[in-house]
């Protein structure tokens, strides 16, 4: 199969390919990025030089004269779009690119996909297009989508467009909608490296409002898994959610944390709440498991275990990244070739 994935140099496009082409030996995956600041092409370099099952195109989703060029060349079979601009605090500092990237340069994939006659798009989504909910109950699939943020809103506009496209135009569009994932490669703006790097500096641990939101974490893996199950087995035009049954607060994953690394609790910070901060998200992932055989393998526990235990072994991709060394690495390495 000849997959194209876009957004691959971001945290969990990494994971993905990475995992993919190790499970399929008949698998060939083009990696389309545009390298924004959440782009990391190291992070997939061993590949470049030494995998020929892939290929990495820098460009832009919203890029139709580059999307049409790839997608007639190539004959792909499969498109599986996990580019976007990702960050709910960037989204309301500046809603501008989430909503270019997200909802504007999804509907221009979708478009060359279908002009192009891929057979199969699955389209990367979250659980935060339904908003919040109260300290009962669970998302399906068919729970309203109420966006709170711009981040949010802009990731439900995309599922819409991409519904739209199923039932006009019969395009076999496949959405996923997933939990907060975690795991290698995930760049530390996001709460989990974030607070790791901070607390092995002994630097303040922000925590937005009394920290008793709770979210779902899932380890990217099994994000990754859900992601394969779709593409694989899933019913075109369905919706699948996707989650890690790991409700948490981030005060108990800031504190859990926090005694992994051997560091004390007076590090945090309670900082002023996020506006519009969603109260609490929980995913009813039944439809996923029933149809497509999805369960999550890795337990919070394990999963933060295991997720710090790569950052202290990969401290020079973390400095590399808190440096901005990396856009700087990647252009010495072109000049040299
Ligand atoms: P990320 O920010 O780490 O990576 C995004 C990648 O997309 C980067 O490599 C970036 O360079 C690329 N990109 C951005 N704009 C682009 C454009 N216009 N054209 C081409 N490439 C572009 O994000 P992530 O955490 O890996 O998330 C991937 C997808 O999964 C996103 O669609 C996100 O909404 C969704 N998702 C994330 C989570 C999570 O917890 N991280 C949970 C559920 C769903």
Known sequence: MKV?????????????????LEKHPDWSITNLDKLTYAGNRLNLLDLEENEARYSFVRGDIGDRDLLMDLLSGKAFDAVVNFAAESHVDRSINDPAPFVTTNILGTQTLLECARQCHVSRFVHISTDEVYGTLGNVGQFIETTPLTPNSPYSASKAGAD?????????YGFPVLITRCSNNYGPYQFPEKLIPLMYMNAINDRPLPVYGDGTNIRD???VDDHCLGVELTLLKGREGQVYNFGGDAEETNINVVKTLLSIVGKPESLITYVTDRPGHDKRYAMNFALAAEELGFAPTVSFATGLQKTIAWYESNQQWLNQVQSGEYKNFMDRWYKER
């Open 4 to 20: 194209l994935i876009t957004g691959g140099c971001g945290f969990i496009g990494t994971n993905f390919i990475r995992l993919m």
């Open 217 to 219: 974490w899932i380890y």
């Open 160 to 168: 819409l467009m991409a519904r739209a496209y199923f039932e006009t």
